[in-house]
C-alpha cells in the first residue's frame, strides 16, 4: 500500500535543492531542506506516539515550521487540523474535545492559558511558534531526516477542518487523501501551474485556500512559493516581481487597487491571479482589467469540497460569474424543496459530486445523511445558477452565510451566543456590504421586557469569546424582530434596512 499525498506532492522532491519556500526574512528553503524537517517532525510525532488516524490539532501562526507540520501529518498517516488563529480558549475547546484529537500544539504564549483545553481532551500539549522555536521544534530537531511514510489508502482521511453550522454547532469534514489530490491535480490542469511557477502566498494556512488550494497545487507542480506571514502591502507589492502568480481573497485585490504604486508595469510579468473564498465584485474585475491588463480569474469552493469551479484559464473569464466544473466534477442546480433538478437559468440550490467531495462529517451521521446523498451528490446549501452559456453563477446563501474579508461566519452561531447574554431576550445577525471585507456583521438585539442592554458590555464579551472575524461591527437594539405569518425572522427586511451602515466608514 502506499501513501497517495505524500507519493504525489513529497516524495518526488526528495533530494532536490530547487526552491521551495523563499521567506520575508530574506532565507530560502529548498524542496530537499523542506523535505528534511518533514522527516524530522514525523520522527517526533512518532516518538509522541502519533500513528495513523490520530488527529492533530493545530492553533499556531503561519510559519514553514508549521507547513513542515502538515506534511509531517501526511507522512505519519495522522489527520491534520488546522484551526483559525483568531478562536478563543472556549471556541478552541469544542474542536479539541469533539475531534478527540491526540496532539494539540499551540503557540508558546499559549501553553499555559490551553493547557486545561489539552488535558481535558487527553490530548497532548506541544508548542511552536512564530519563529520556529517551541517543544514540538525542540523535539524534532534531536530527530533523524529519515522516515519511512506510513502507507495509507486514497478513502483514508488525511485533514478534518471544521466549518460552521447553521445550528451554531460546527462541523468536521473528514477530507480524503482522494479528495485533496484529486483536487489538486485538477487545478494544476485547469490553471497550467508548472515547475517555473512562483505563488505569491499570503493567505493563512488555517483553511482550504491557504493550505490546501495554494500549498498542495504547487508541491505537484514543483514550483516554489513566497511565504508571507500574511497580507501586507508593502511587502506585497515589493514581492510581487518575484511572482508568476497570485491567489488571494477580494480584499487583497482590493486594497492593491486602492494604491496607485499598483499598476500595469508592476503586474507585467504575472501570469495569472486567482481570487476565491468570497464574490469579488463586478466593479472590482473592471478596475483591475483597466489597470493591469490582467483579468482575475474567479473560482468557487467549500471547505467540505475544496474546489468545485473555475473560469477558464484560455477562454472569457466572467465578472459575476464562478466558471464551469472542474474535470471529473458535476454540478446541477435542484429545486430546494424537491431536489428535482432545474432547466439553466433557473435558480436553486447547487448540488456537487465529484472525487473532491468530503466524506462526511465527523461524528454526525444525521447531517453527513442531510447533505451528502447516496448517490454520492453533495447539497452545499448555495442559491445559483447555470446560464445557457454553461457558467455557474452563485446568486446566494441559502444558509445566511456571511463571508467576511475570505472568512465563512453562519450568524446561528452568534446568535446562539447572543441569546445567553443577559438581558437579551433574542438576536438576528446579518451581513452587510463593507467596502474592504466584502461583508461584515451586524447583531439586532431585542431586550428581555424591562431590561436595558449596555452594548458595550455586549461588544466586551464579544470580544473576548469570539475570533475577531465573528464579532459584530455594528449592534442595534429593537422592540421586535420582523416576522412573517409562520413566525419567521424576515432577515431581507433586516439586510435592507441595515445596507448602508459600513458604506460612510
Sequence with gaps: MTNPLYDALFAPHEGTTTPFLYLADGRRLSHDDFQQQAGRMANALSSLGIGPGDRVAVHVQKSPEALVLYAACVMAGAVFLPLNTAYTSRELDYFVTDSGAALF???????????????????????????????????????????????????????????????????????????????????????????????????????????????????????????????DLETVLNRLPQATTMMGVPTFYTRLLDDQRFNRDLAAHMRLFISGSAPLLAETHRQFEARTGHRILERYGMTETSMNTSNPFDGERRAGTVGFPLPGVEVKVCDPETGAELPRAEIGVLWVRGPNVFRGYWNMPEKTREELREDGFFITGDLSLIDD??????????????????FNIYPKEIELFLDALPGVKESAVIGAPHPDLGESVIAVLVPETGA??????????????????KRPRHIEVVEALPRNTMGKVQKNELRDRFAATFQTE
Excluded at 454553461?390 to 444558509?399: F, L, Q, S
Design 105 to 231: 500544539v499551540c503557540d508558546p504564549s499559549e501553553e499555559g492559558a490551553l493547557s486545561d483545553i489539552a488535558d481535558g481532551a487527553g490530548a497532548i500539549q506541544k508548542t511552536l511558534g512564530l519563529g520556529g522555536e517551541g517543544s514540538l521544534t525542540d523535539l524534532a530537531n534531536a530527530q533523524s531526516a529519515t522516515f519511512a511514510a506510513v502507507p495509507r489508502s486514497e478513502d483514508d482521511l488525511a485533514a478534518l477542518l471544521y466549518t460552521s453550522g447553521t445550528t451554531g454547532r460546527s462541523k468536521g469534514a473528514m477530507l480524503t487523501h482522494k479528495n485533496l489530490l484529486s483536487n489538486a491535480e485538477a487545478l494544476v490542469n485547469a490553471w497550467q501551474f508548472t515547475e517555473r511557477d512562483v505563488l505569491l502566498h499570503a493567505l493563512p494556512i488555517f483553511h482550504s485556500h491557504g493550505l490546501f488550494v495554494a500549498t498542495n497545487v504547487m508541491l505537484l507542480c514543483g514550483g516554489a512559493m513566497i511565504f508571507l506571514p500574511k497580507f
Design 389 to 406: 452559456d454553461g457558467y455557474v453563477h452563485i446568486v446566494g446563501r441559502g444558509k445566511d452565510l456571511i463571508i467576511s474579508g475570505g
Design 452 to 469: 436595558t442592554l449596555d452594548l458595550a458590555d455586549v461588544d466586551a464579551v464579544a470580544k473576548r469569546d469570539l475570533a475577531g472575524f
